[in-house]
């Protein structure tokens, strides 16, 4: 079976040991997570999970249920790339003299779309937004050309294109059967 990469969104409340709970679901399936962020969502007091793996719808249904089951979770969903709007955030830092010998740094940030972050006399920190394929050719480009000190990327951060988040409508549902 072809694997794919999914986007598992999971929205709960901010508790202690959540994490961990979750993770051990990957375990137990022996899946790796190729990244994971979390922050707040939108919706206040709600916390937003979000995970990508490679692996197979069969396989990726099984264990948004299993996630689902948690006390602690209010829902979740999976999503693949088309229906999702992402982007990841990669730093570099580049020994200044090396970037300066390879002509203007303006040339980089019009190839690449990149930020500045910070410059001093030793070394220079780059920002890059963008998919991962983005992000990697940066850094393989960079490596080439002038080495990385320092690299770093965060895990996917996505929202759905849909209008609004699919747990509002969950918990709109929630509350006109409460009436």
């Not at 690449?112 to 991962?132: C, P, S, T």
């Amino acid at each position: 079976m072809e694997k794919t990469l999914y986007t598992i969104t999971v929205f709960s409340e901010n508790t202690v040991g959540l994490l961990g709970q979750i993770t051990i679901i990957f375990t137990r399936r022996a899946l790796n997570i190729e990244t994971l962020s979390v922050s707040p969502s939108a919706l206040p007091g709600i916390h937003k999970f979000t995970i990508t793996l490679f692996t197979t719808l069969d396989v990726v249904e099984k264990v948004v249920k299993q996630i689902d089951k948690r006390i602690d979770i209010l829902k979740s969903y999976f999503n693949t790339d088309d229906d999702l709007v992402h982007q990841e955030i990669a730093l570099y830092k580049i020994a200044t003299d090396k970037l300066l010998q390879q002509g203007s740094i303006e040339e980089l940030v019009r190839k690449y779309h990149i930020r500045v972050l910070e410059m001093n006399a030793d070394f220079v920190v780059l920002q890059k937004a963008g998919h991962y394929a983005e992000t990697q050719q940066m850094f393989e480009e960079l490596s080439e050309t002038v080495g990385v000190l320092q690299f770093i990327r965060s895990g996917r951060v996505a929202i759905t294109k849909s209008k609004v988040e699919r747990l509002s409508d969950m918990l709109e549902n929630i509350k006109k059967y409460e009436k």
